[in-house]
């Protein structure tokens, strides 16, 4: 379950990535395609926002005991941090959201 201010409930799927992932640019291109997989049929990508929408967001769960994982994280972290709303604001704010049972 996936909780966020002001939203019902929804949902989220962990998947595997298609393919192995060594770099940050690997881990982006298999968000992408994600992305596209998993978004509406009606909604258009926004400026600057390439793995989030007001519907929902991409997001890694990486396992803590591959080599370089707190790399791909701090990468992962970077990367998202720059995406925004229409309002400026951040859409990958660890603040606005909580994990059921974490």
């Given amino acids: 379950m996936v909780f966020a201010p ?3 409930d929804g949902q989220a799927r962990v ?3 298609s393919r192995p992932v060594s770099s940050i640019a ?3 291109d298999e968000a992408k395609a994600l992305w ?3 978004r509406p ?3 258009r990508p926004l400026p600057g926002r ?5 519907w929902g967001c991409v997001a890694l769960l990486a396992n803590p005991e591959a080599v370089g994982s707190d790399q791909m994280l701090a990468q992962w972290a970077k990367r998202t941090v720059l995406e925004k709303d229409q309002h400026g604001r951040p859409t990958y704010d660890s603040t606005l ?4 049972g974490m």
Avoid at 50 to 54: K, P, T, V, W
Avoid at 97 to 100: G, I, N, Q, R, T
Wanted: charged share 25%.
């Fill in 36 to 38: 596209i997989a998993e």
């Fill in 15 to 17: 998947r595997l990535c």
């Fill in 97 to 100: 959201y909580a994990v059921k």
């Fill in 6 to 8: 002001g939203c019902r």
């Fill in 26 to 28: 690997d881990l982006a």
């Fill in 50 to 54: 390439l793995h989030s929408a007001d």
């Fill in 41 to 43: 049929a009606n909604s």
